[in-house]
């Protein structure tokens, strides 16, 4: 997963692809963030990341000229670009001890949470970006943040 943000991008949810309310607002960790209206049970589909689907060779060139990136790794082979017809998903920060998980299922990238969400929390993704990728130091102000978005080992 690849997703760093930029304020021009516009901070809405489309509950289209949402199964509980959800809201853009301004976030402790990073610029906007995700979160919940109200309360969402453990092990829930909350809403689908969506964008534009991009080759590999697409997504490399986005990344390299676009000031705006929602990369949202899926497989060796596509990207799905939130940049492009995102459903707010793509303002979801990362946490180094995150409530929420991405699962894909046939080119769909569905989040689920990982535990019980209370209203008002802020949703939180572990982005996994890989240890060889450009270090990213991560702010999310966890006790258990290991100090990058990237992974470690
Ligand atoms: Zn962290």
Redesign the pocket.
Known sequence: MKAKKSPGLSPQINPKYCNFRLQVRPSKIHRWGVFALEHIPKGRKVMEYTGKLVSRKEGKRRSESAQIHCLFTIDPYWYIDGAEGGSGAEFVN????PNIESRIVHRHVLYFTLRDIAEGEELSLDYHFGKNQERVE?????P??????NLLE
């Open positions: 990362h946490c180094c001890d991560c702010g999310c102000g966890s258990k943040c290991r100090g990058t978005i």
